[in-house]
Structure formats: C-alpha cells, structure tokens
C-alpha cells in the first residue's frame, strides 16, 4: 500500500516531524508504508520512538482492512465466529462499540505490532469462502485491530450467555465485566494465553493451553493417542505426556518390544503434519522415569544428528533422527538423587517386569524399587552420577531434557486425593492428576509486574519520581512502591475470568476425558511475566536482597489473593466437584505441604493472614489449583515485558519471528540511559552483541565522553551496566534461589531455565543437586547455555505463553 506524503504525516502525527523523518534516505519506493514501516522499526537503536513510528505505519495498514467499528470487524469475521457470540455483539453493538480505544496501539514498539498481525489478529477472506476455484478465497485479509482482537476476547469470556432467559440487567452487568477485561488487556495489567487469543468467540473455541496425558502399555491406548495428539495439536494445544508404562521387553509370544524411542516416532510425525492452522508446528514433551531401562537411549533423542550425547554412558545408541517437534523430560525420584549424591549404583527396569513402580511415590516407590533389586528384576546396573553426567551433555548440545522431581510433585500433590502426578506439560509447569480417565487440562494467564509499578527517572541533583498518572511524587522513598492494592484487583479478576474459560472452553467430544477432568477439578495456571522491568523500574539489581524479598513477598500476594478469591467463588457456587478430601478441604495450604529433602519450611510473611485463609478454604474452594509460572515469550512481546520471571535476556538483541526480523532493544535501559542523554547509536554500537545468540549485553560498554567529567552520571551509567546485567551474567543459582523462595507458593510448577555463560559439569551437577535438595519441582526446563545450543534456538512454547 502507498500513502502520499500528507497521508503519512497524519498517520504519523508529530513522530514524523520530531524524528525528522527523511523518505528520501528511507526504501526506495518511500511511499511503501509496509517497506518504510520495517525502515523505521530497525533504527530503533537511534532511538524508541522509531520503533513506536514503524508500528504506527503497520497499524494503519491493519485499519485498512478491518472493521472501522468493533460490530463491522464482527461482521466481517461472522463466518468464523459462533454464533451466540456473534448475535450478542450485534444485539449490544451501540454500547459494545463506544467501549475500544485506538490509542493503546499507538504507542506500542513495530515487534508488539508484526506480532498480533501474523499470529493473533483474525483474518478474513472477502469473497466469503465461496469454495469455488475463486482465487479471492486464497487472499486473506486481517479483519481485527488489537483493540477489537481484545474486545473479542473480553467480550466472549464476559458476555451474557443466558439466552432467552437473559434480562436488561445480566447484560448490563456483562458489559461492565467486558468493560474491565478490556481495560485491564489494553493497559497490559495481564494477558490470556497463546490459545485464548487465538480462539476466543471462534466456532471452535478452544483456549485451553496445557494437556497433560499418559499412555498405557497397550497398542489400543498407543493409537487412541494417535488421535488426541492430532485433535489437541490443531487446536493450538501443549501436549505433557507420560510414557513411563510402556515396556522394552517381550511380548507374549510376539517378540520384543522396541520400547520408549521408537514409541515416539509415529507421535513426532503426527505433531508435523497437524501444523495448528499454519500458525506453528505442534509440540509436545515426553516424560519418562528415570529408572526405566530406556532412560540412557531417552536423554540423547534431541541431540543434532551425527553428535554423540554422552560418551560417558556406557552403550548409547547414536541417534541419527531427533525430533524437533518433541521435547523430553526425565521424572526423578528422591531416592535416585540420594544416591547420586552418594554416588551409588541406580538399577534400570524394565515397566513390565516391575510392575507397580509407576503407581507409587515417595516411601512406597523406595520400598518396592527396591525390593525388586533385591528380586534380581533389574536389567541393568549404572552408576547414578553417569546418567546425570549423560543428561549434562545432552543439555550442551540440545538444552534438553527437562529435569523434575517426582516426588516434590506428589508431596505437594493439591489434587491428592483424585489420584498421582505421573507428568508434567510441554513446559513443565502444570502439577495435575492424569489416567486412562481423565486428560488433565489447564488454562493459563498472566499478571504483567511492570505496570504496578510508577515510573520515574534520576536527574544529576536526586531522584525525581512520577505516580502511574504521570504525576509528580516529592517523597523520593516512594521509588520502591509496588501498587498492592491494584495488584490484588487485578489477580481477583483473573481468577473469576479464568474460570469463564474453563466453563465457555470447547471440548472435542471424541476426547471426554478432557472435559470431565477439567470440570471435575477446575485447574487454573495464573503466572508472571515482567519481574526484572519491576526490579529495575525500583533501582534494584537482579540480584540483590531486596529484589528477592520482592520476589517472595509478590509470589506470597499472588497465591494468597488467588486463593482467596478461589474461596470466594466457592461461597456463591459451591466447591469444585473434587473438593471433598483434598488438602483444602483440611484446611491445608500448599505451602503447608511443602517439606524440602533439606527439612527447611515455607516462610510466611505476617502480612497475611495465613490462619484466617486456611479456616476459609476449609469450607470450600472453587479451584484445585491456582499458581503455575509458565514461560512468557510471545505475550510478553506484546505486553512489553520481561520474560516471566528471568532477568532481562539482552539489552539489545535481534529477534527472528513469523513476522519477520527485528531489532529489539530493553525499554528501560534505553529509557534509563536516554536521561544521562547517552543513548547514541555510537553506544548502542558498542554493546556486545552476538550474531548467532540474538544476544546483546551491555557489560562491555565504556563511559561515554559526554559524561567522563561529571561524577555523579559516571556512577550512575555504571549503576546502569550493573542493573542491567542479562541473564546469561547473573549466576544461575540467583534463579534457582528465585524460584525456591517462591516454591511454597506455587500450587503447580515454574518453568525454570538455567542461563548458563560456559559449560561446566561440576556447576551442573551442583545445581541439580542444589535444585532438588531446596525443594523445587522442576529442577530445569531448558538450559539455556550460551555456547553450544543457541543456535539451535531452544523453542519456546506459545501454548503456554501468557
């Protein structure tokens, strides 16, 4: 599309004057609004508000083809939506659309924009699917802005779906409801799931964003498996599935088994094939326990061909076939990690010989696992520290696999008495019951950290802060504040729409055991994203003392407010339907159940009431469980947030996505060095930045002339680097650490990454340790090592990301 020249100056508004924009220097055809849009987005190393003018530029050729009205955009989607959906926008069309704004968008970075339009925003074809070999049915056009993509969203989960018997009043009351789901979108207060904002008030609505499964050993569960994965995959769904069952040994008179890596290969091809509506390849991990006979063979099937994961286990097959759509993860037991830290011998076995052993945990699983080495029933005898040793080289080459510790899973089991935890998820962040019965499903969100927070800058005489308003604050001890009163708002409202999700969810009714779990026990993961632009928005290092007392103090704020409100929903609808004999129903917290390997207990902060919430609980709760921290990646582009809960990944880096290549820079380091006035593309060029990572860390940087004679902004540009060191410069175990604190407070799992500069097996294996011996769930999701595996671009789950 080509605008003229007065066309451009008023999409641009007074962006174009103050950058000085100049079309001649821009693409060739200046007029390309696409072209000029991505020129713009790549200087954004001169400065933010380039990459605000590249996103101006994208949004108007969104407006282009959308609905002028939140109601037009509706019609123009109708074929798409379902139907009572579609009927209550039309019928409240007049208040619905008074509601969206457009000046949120506007000031978004270029990535937020080319990542709604080539993922989220719903497109539409004009000629109305005519199935015709019409060439118009190829040609599809984006039918939504992101204010009516979230209009969408709140108003499917918020509107009124009494039908006929519907009244002025229940309307009325859903559009308030849809008025502050809007809000709290739009000021980016929190965001749904990939899932959710794909499929929201679409025909088949499904917006579930985690699926957690285990396959028996028999060839009918094998294929019935066939089918849910293809049914989940094109429906944007994660996929966790347990395999621990399936046997490598003979079979009846049938010969032998080929066991877990050949079981996997039909379950990589249909995740291929089922490609989620062109939007992405499917994806799922697969658990296996770690005394399984296939564990040595499982560990290596994502290292790259031709590449040996582990020369120091004896007898490794080379795998010449990884599956990029699979991810794996290793189920541990308690009793295994004592003996790797004694370095003892761990016995292999094979399910069929030792049966029972995926049924039991804690002291039952030691008990029997250990008669049947005294049985003899073993295959195979290896040292504990060598497997652990072969999974380190693995995460060299592949990053994978996932460590979590089965028994911290079912100590802290809130679904303990619906039956065990035999798996996590894709992500390994979801902690629920699953069997034959029942296919545990969770649906996700996240609170945005970074905007409870009011912003504010230094100058050379002190500190000068301003409120979420834009206001100035004199009392310069209020740069610390955290806004806990909206805080608490905003998780109260989550949890109340996040339970419109699971009722308003579709459920393919070829997998009932989806529905009947989810309903039974009503599973919410509510989540972070955006500590670090917290921790540096309160002038903290990552990490500090103060920033982990943060840390603990809003993991402890975000279960206890969650719960809370879980208790209130109970109170005017009754408790979930598995309510009776959990540990709620006792009157026990999470955190209550939470006994580390170390002895240590849960640390409660007196700011809370603990006594008065468990006496709550005790009559009612609408919710098994409340907490999981997923990871982040996508939503936070949008929401223009750190990643969940890690510190900041780069403060200048590249960024390859669906739409396209950009250049994307940390807001608040760009911010904080543009009021020492040496944000300069002579700076920016001097921040280390690696081609092959997409990283960029600004440790490297000298003081800028400008500045050398005045000591006060010398200090405070080294205060700069020092608080904005990446991930990969902060010590893993500040992570670690991180995530125990928050641990007692997780009703689920975190998905845990480890950054880690240069390999080291003997930190590795410290961590591990370390990891399990404080109480963590999951030890590590990926391990996110510099060296080695960043060019393969370890995947980050977009079911997950909230």
Not at 216 to 236: C, G, K, Q, V
Not at 307 to 318: D, L, W
Not at 492 to 503: A, G, K, P, Y
Request: a neutral charge; one cysteine or more.
């Amino acid at each position: 599309m080509k605008y003229t020249q007065e066309q451009f100056e008023e999409i641009c508004g007074p962006l174009a004057s103050d950058l000085d924009v100049d079309l001649s220097i821009g693409p060739k055809d200046s007029y390309d609004i696409r072209s000029l849009s991505r020129y713009c987005a790549n200087n954004i190393t001169i400065g933010l508000d380039w990459g605000i003018l590249g996103a101006r530029l994208a949004l108007s050729l969104i407006r282009a083809t959308a609905g002028k009205t939140f109601s037009e955009s509706t019609e123009l989607l109708k074929i798409y939506l379902e139907k009572g959906y579609y009927n209550f926008v039309m019928e409240n069309s007049e208040e619905l659309d008074k509601i969206p704004s457009e000046s949120h968008s506007d000031h978004k970075q270029a990535i937020c924009i080319g990542v709604l339009e080539k993922t989220y925003l719903l497109k539409y074809n004009k000629c109305g699917n005519c199935k015709k070999d019409c060439p118009e049915c190829e040609k599809f056009h984006i039918g939504e802005t992101p204010e009516q993509m979230y209009m969408r969203i709140a108003t499917f989960l918020c509107m009124d779906r009494n039908g006929a018997s519907s009244t002025p009043e229940t309307v009325r009351q859903s559009i308030e409801m849809i008025k502050q789901a809007y809000g709290y979108l739009t000021e980016t207060k929190y965001s749904h799931a990939t899932p959710t904002m794909y499929n929201a008030g679409l025909e088949r609505h499904q917006m579930a964003s985690c699926f957690v499964m285990t396959i028996e050993d028999s060839l009918y569960s094998i294929e019935d498996h066939w089918t849910y994965f293809a049914e989940i995959s094109r429906n944007a769904g994660g996929i966790g599935f347990d395999v621990s069952k399936i046997r490598h040994s003979f079979i009846a008179n049938a010969g032998k088994s080929d066991g877990v890596p050949a079981l996997l290969k039909p379950y990589e091809r249909i995740l291929d094939y089922v490609d989620q509506s062109k939007k992405r390849k499917g994806s799922a991990a697969a658990y296996l326990s770690i005394w399984h006979i296939d564990i040595e063979e499982f560990i290596q099937l994502k290292v790259p061909v031709g590449q040996s994961a582990s020369g120091n286990i004896e007898g490794e097959k080379k795998i010449e076939d990884p599956t990029p759509n699979l991810f794996y993860a290793i189920w541990v037991p308690d009793l295994f990690m004592k003996r790797f830290v004694a370095d003892e011998d761990w016995t292999l076995f094979c399910p069929k010989r030792a049966p029972g052993l995926t049924e039991v945990w804690g002291a039952e699983f030691e008990k029997l696992y250990i008669q049947y080495e005294e049985e003899g029933r073993g295959i195979k005898k290896v040292k504990a520290r060598k497997i652990m040793e072969g999974v380190y080289q693995a995460h060299c080459k592949a990053g994978v696999p996932y460590i979590c510790y089965s028994d911290r899973f079912n100590e802290c089991n809130m679904q303990q008495n619906v039956g065990l935890i035999r798996s996590s998820n894709l992500c390994s962040e979801i902690a629920l019951h699953t069997s034959k019965d029942e296919i545990a499903t969770c649906n996700l969100a996240s609170i945005c950290l970074g905007n409870f927070v009011g912003g504010f800058f230094k100058t050379e005489n002190g500190i000068v802060l301003l409120d979420n308003n834009g206001n100035k604050i004199q009392d310069s001890s209020k740069n610390r504040e955290f806004n806990w009163t909206e805080f608490e708002r905003v998780v109260r409202f989550v949890v109340r729409i996040m339970n419109n999700v699971i009722d308003r969810n579709y459920y393919p009714e070829r997998i009932p055991q989806i529905k009947y779990a989810n309903l039974k026990n009503r599973p919410l993961g509510i989540g972070i994203q955006g500590l670090a632009n917290v921790i540096a928005k309160m002038e903290l290092l990552f990490d500090s003392a103060e920033a982990r007392e943060f840390n603990l103090k809003m993991s402890q704020a975000l279960y206890y407010f969650a719960v809370d409100e879980s208790a209130e929903i109970a109170r005017e609808r009754g408790a979930y339907e598995a309510f009776p004999g959990s540990p709620y129903s006792k009157g026990l917290l999470h955190p209550d159940l939470w006994t580390p390997p170390n002895g240590e207990k849960a640390r409660f902060l007196p700011c809370f009431d603990w006594d008065r919430l468990r006496n709550k609980v005790k009559k009612g709760v609408y919710n098994s469980n409340l907490i999981s921290y997923m990871p982040t990646a996508t939503s936070s582009i949008i929401a223009e947030q750190s990643p969940c809960f890690e510190a900041f990944n780069f403060v200048v880096g590249s960024k390859t996505l669906i739409s396209g290549q950009y250049t994307v820079v940390c807001k608040e380091f760009a911010e904080d060095l543009g009021r020492l006035g040496v944000w300069t593309p002579e700076v920016c060029s001097e921040i280390i930045f690696d081609e092959e990572s997409e990283i960029g860390s600004c440790s490297g940087l000298r003081v800028p002339d400008s500045i050398k004679n005045n000591p006060l902004k010398v200090a405070r540009f080294k205060f700069i680097l020092d608080k904005y060191r990446t991930s990969y410069e902060i010590k893993p175990k500040t992570g670690i650490l991180f995530g125990i604190d928050r641990a007692p407070f997780v009703c689920q799992s975190q998905s845990l990454n480890w950054f880690v500069g240069e390999p080291n097996l003997k930190k590795f294996l410290k961590n591990v340790e370390e990891s399990w011996y404080r109480g963590a769930k999951t030890g590590c999701y990926y391990n996110r090592g510099v060296a080695g595996i960043q060019a393969r671009s370890v995947s980050n789950c977009t079911s997950c990301s909230s």
